[in-house]
């Protein structure tokens, strides 16, 4: 369905990246000011922040969502720096572009369970990536993939005619899950995969991300304050405060010897040790 990506580099490099929205006549707010990072092959960065710390910014720039209309939306330019995802540099994405990256890069917003179209069956929400891409995609082939990221997310076949508010909401970030993965990316961006949900969710998401990681040119970018999960996913973390990485490296090394007073506070909010 789409060219392979470039599997020789880093998934993920972020570099000097400075992000600016530019709607609700905010012009001009400087989400993230020059952050710098790499999540190589195999690796898996969390991203950790008060509310406001440039998170979402970080996640959106990252799976090519630079501009959402209606309630809430908003739109968001990179203003300076760079960022690539499987070498697609996204400073200037033509539409060809961001069709690549799409393709390989699963997102999971943070509102991913409630933004589900409430009119459609979670068969249809699972395999509709796969068709808004190629109408003529054989339908057998699409449902035989839709069941296996079903699996995958550990939901039974039973769910498949369902709607969304049928669900739980912990079902429904399932399915969110499921469709993000339908089209076999390798890099996957998560925005709070966990919070708010039941605690199950959290083991599957460990548990499809270890999966994930059988490919070689897999890399993930988790937004979450779950020190549990990271651990359990062996992840470097990154802090953010004020649209600027003021912690970086493994989660002990952070926490122990904070370079930033935010990075002590946010250790002591989370129980570090
Ligand atoms: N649509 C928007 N329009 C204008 N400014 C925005 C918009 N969305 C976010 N911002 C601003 O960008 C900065 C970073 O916000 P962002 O949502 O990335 O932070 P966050 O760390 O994800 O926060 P939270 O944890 O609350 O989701 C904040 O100053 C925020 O007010």
């Known amino acids: 369905m789409n060219e392979s990506p470039d599997t020789d580099q880093s998934p993920i490099v972020v570099h000097d990246l400075v992000a600016e929205y530019r709607n609700s006549g905010r012009v001009g707010v400087h989400a993230l000011r020059g952050v710098s990072f790499t999540v190589g092959r195999g690796e898996i960065l969390g991203v950790l922040g008060e509310s406001g710390s440039g998170k979402t910014t970080l996640a959106r720039i990252l799976a ?13 330019r990179i203003s300076g720096g760079e960022a690539l995802v499987n070498g697609i540099a996204l400073r200037t994405l033509s539409k060809t572009k961001l069709n690549r990256l799409t393709f390989h890069t699963a997102y999971l917003p943070q509102d991913a369970n409630d933004r589900l179209d409430r009119t459609s069956t979670v068969s249809e929400l699972i395999a509709e990536p796969i068709f808004a891409r190629d109408k003529r995609f054989d339908p057998d082939a699409a449902q035989s993939r839709a069941l296996s990221v079903l699996d995958a997310v550990e939901l039974p076949l039973s769910v498949l005619d369902r709607y969304p508010y049928e669900l739980s909401d912990g079902q429904r970030q399932r399915v969110a899950i499921a469709r993000s993965l339908v089209l076999g990316p390798n890099v996957l961006v998560a925005d709070e995969p966990t919070a708010g949900i039941d605690v199950t969710v959290r083991d599957t998401v460990v548990r ?7 490919d070689p040119s897999f890399a993930a970018l988790i937004v979450t304050h779950d020190l549990a999960v990271l651990r359990q996913l062996g992840a470097t973390i990154a802090v953010l405060h004020d649209g600027v990485i003021v912690g970086y490296g493994d989660i002990d090394t952070v926490f122990a010897e904070p370079n930033h007073s935010y990075v002590a506070r946010l250790g002591r909010a989370l129980g570090w040790k």
């Open 64 to 76: 090519g969502e630079l501009v959402r209309k209606g309630p809430g939306g908003f739109d968001v």
């Open 208 to 214: 499809v991300i270890g999966k994930l990681r059988e």
